[in-house]
């Protein structure tokens, strides 16, 4: 099956530092999505992004489908900030969401 | 906005007990998904269900049942829980009948089998 990767596994900022976090996939997909998960375990959806370049907010992401990757800008980070970052790519004809390890950022004040 | 409700936040069960897990949408989803979150082994794919009735086996379905029911309400039940169905559960819907389209989840329920 498909092979998500994100890197790095663990990102500690300083309040007010920029930071990118990237996202690898070994095969063609239909559907990429970027989540951060709360303190209290819930996904919240980020983007939506199967290719191009979004931003809302401090945020933004960019999704390189022919290269097979995505990144993740957080900018200004705050401490709000902090949590896991998922990427989650479809593929059609596996027909589920498959997740990368995640990144787990700390944001210090 | 849409929204995705989940019957509890935390549950305790004991084991050989039989355990309903509910989740409810609101935006007239096709699509209803169920994963399990572990540390170390990240979200994984249970059963999901592209329609009323319809279910699709995911990457880890044993020990699991799902019933659909209704569109806005896809259930799941641990027949006998045992410890290591010990995890938090999280409950996803979208739109198209295809999966294509953006995934959007529930809280979560954390569940312990004692």
């Known amino acids: 099956g498909i092979q998500v990767e994100q890197s790095p596994p663990d990102l500690i900022l300083q309040e007010g530092a920029n930071s990118t976090l990237r996202c690898n996939f070994s095969d063609s997909v239909n559907n990429l999505q970027w989540f951060h998960q709360n303190p209290w375990g819930q996904l919240i959806n980020l983007f939506y992004?199967?290719?191009g370049t979004k931003q809302n907010g401090r945020l933004s992401a960019t999704t390189v489908a022919t290269e097979r990757y995505s990144l993740l800008y957080i900018s200004s980070s705050q401490t709000t900030d902090s949590g896991v970052y998922f990427c989650?790519?479809?593929?059609?004809?596996?027909?589920?969401?498959?997740f990368g390890g995640g990144t787990r950022v700390l944001v210090k004040p | 906005d849409v929204k995705v409700t989940q019957s509890s936040r935390y549950l305790v069960k004991r084991t050989g007990e039989k355990v309903f897990l509910e989740c409810v949408q609101d935006m007239d989803h096709e699509n209803m998904f169920w994963y399990r979150q572990d540390p170390g082994l990240g979200l994984r794919l249970i059963y999901f269900s592209y329609d009323v009735k319809m279910k699709e086996k995911g990457d880890i379905p044993e020990g699991y049942s799902v019933s659909r029911e209704k569109k806005e309400r896809f259930s799941l039940i641990l027949e006998s829980a045992s410890t290591n169905q010990t995890s938090m559960y999280l409950c996803?819907?979208?739109?198209?009948?295809?999966?294509?389209?953006?995934?959007?989840f529930g809280p979560g329920t954390r569940l312990t089998v004692t």
């Open positions: 996803a819907s979208s739109f198209s009948g295809t999966g294509v389209d953006e995934q959007y």
């Open positions: 992004i199967p290719s």
């Open positions: 989650a790519v479809f593929k059609a004809a596996g027909n589920k969401l498959t």
